[in-house]
Structure formats: structure tokens, C-alpha cells
Nanobody, 113 residues
């Protein structure tokens, strides 16, 4: 049984930072690429960042230069460091293991003054 638990969201002001975490179980974590998605109310889910099992990363255009995805295989955890946050980053953030259909509950990120 695959389980993904996102955490670390919250309310921050524009220009602030957050680090999201996603703890995975039920898979051999080191074998899987991992992705972060986000979805704002009424909007399509958007791919934010991805990291392969070998550590290669890619980012959506809207977050390049501001967000960093990383992983700690010893902790079965993928992270998303978010800097210089903007109001348009407000969304529920989800993680997913490549090739696995299960989603976590997501964590809410709100950027507001």
C-alpha cells in the first residue's frame, strides 16, 4: 500500500520561503522518480518540479530559479524548497511517485500580505 504524506505548508508573505516535505511508504523509494504538483481552486493541476531516481531535476517555467526539489533516500522523503514566494504560488501542493497512481492529501500553501 502506497502512502504519501505531505507537510510543511502554511501562510507566508510575498517574498518569504517554505520547505515542503513528502514522506513516502509502501514503495522502494530510491527506485522512483518523484514529482511535486500544485492545484489552485478552479485551476488545472500543474507540474511544479521533478527529480529522477538519480537526482536529475526539472522545473516548471513559473518556478525556475525560485524552487528547488531534492530527496533524501535514507528518509524516504522528497522536499520542495520554495523561495521568493509570490501570490500566484498559492495552491495545494501534492507529491507523487512516478508510475504510481496514489496521491497524498496535499498541503496548503498560501501567500498573502
Amino acid at each position: 500500500q502506497v502512502q504519501l504524506v505531505e507537510s510543511g505548508g502554511g501562510l507566508v508573505q510575498p517574498g518569504g520561503s517554505l520547505r515542503l516535505s513528502c514522506a513516502a511508504s509502501g514503495i522502494i523509494f530510491s527506485h522512483y522518480g518523484m514529482r511535486w504538483y500544485r492545484q489552485a481552486p478552479g485551476k488545472q493541476r500543474e507540474l511544479v518540479a521533478s527529480i529522477t531516481s538519480g537526482g536529475m531535476t526539472e522545473y516548471g517555467d513559473s518556478v525556475k530559479g525560485r524552487f528547488t526539489i531534492s530527496r533524501d533516500n535514507a528518509k524516504n522523503t522528497v522536499y520542495l524548497q520554495m523561495n521568493n514566494l509570490k501570490p500566484e504560488d498559492t495552491a495545494v501542493y501534492y507529491c507523487r511517485a512516478n508510475g504510481v497512481s496514489s496521491w497524498g492529501q496535499g498541503t496548503q500553501v498560501t501567500i498573502s500580505s
